[in-house]
T-cell receptor, first 110, second 113 residues
């Protein structure tokens, strides 16, 4: 059974800092790894999808990496802004299904 | 207009009542999913459907049933609601081929009293 863990559970940083969110998974036989953002009481917005054959994906200030052999993914956020404050979820993609971590609550203060 | 819509957005019901949550999508995706989100437990898969005739149980299907009425519509039913089914429910869709990225609806907040 796939298990996904995210560290840290919460993170508070000043505006402008670069930061890294960590995601680990127990079963390396994944199809993809997806990162989401969730604002309070809202739905999930897909940020980045990394296929199992890829090492990283980039979108604007976001960069996600994947190391299947070690069961790890990281989400790097450059030059953080208050608008980046949200919960960030990673999910390991199995056969048509996603297994989610519990998320990292990010607060970026001015 | 949103690609994945869920109705209702909020619902308060009583123990023992039957309730249906509906999901519609205009993305043309063949796969649809139902998840629930609970504080401290994250999102967990309830049911998933790869096409109209293919429905599968997820991690926590007990107490729930689903119906795939058409490629674009996937409903989740609670036959007899109980308080521990109080949660945020999400519908998601994906295309059944590379890259199989999942897209989520806005969620339904369900409270069972």
């Amino acid at each position: 059974k796939q298990e996904v863990t995210q560290i840290p559970a919460a993170l508070s940083v000043p505006e402008g800092e670069n930061l890294v969110l960590n995601c680990s998974f127990t079963d390396s036989a994944i199809y993809n790894l997806q990162w989401f953002r969730q604002d309070p009481g809202k739905g999930l917005t897909s940020l980045l999808l990394i296929q199992s054959s890829q090492r990283e994906q980039t979108s604007g200030r976001l960069n996600a990496s994947l190391d299947k052999s070690s069961g790890r993914s990281t989400l790097y956020i450059a030059a953080s802004q208050p608008g980046d404050s949200a919960t960030y979820l990673c999910a390991a993609g199995g056969y048509g299904k996603l297994t989610f971590g519990q998320g990292t609550i990010l607060t970026v203060h001015p | 207009d949103a690609d994945v819509t869920q109705t209702p957005r909020n619902r308060i019901t009583k123990t023992g009542k039957r309730i249906m949550l509906e999901c519609s999508q205009t993305k043309g995706h063949d796969r649809m999913y139902w998840y629930r989100q609970d504080p401290g437990l994250g999102l967990r898969l309830i049911y998933y459907s790869f096409d109209v005739k293919d429905i599968n149980k997820g991690e926590i299907s007990d107490g729930y049933s689903v119906s795939r009425q058409a490629q674009a519509k996937f409903s989740l039913s609670l036959e007899s609601a109980i308080p521990n089914q109080t949660a945020l429910y999400f519908c998601a869709t994906s295309v059944g081929r590379f890259p199989n990225e999942q897209f989520f609806g806005p969620g339904t907040r369900l409270t069972v009293l």
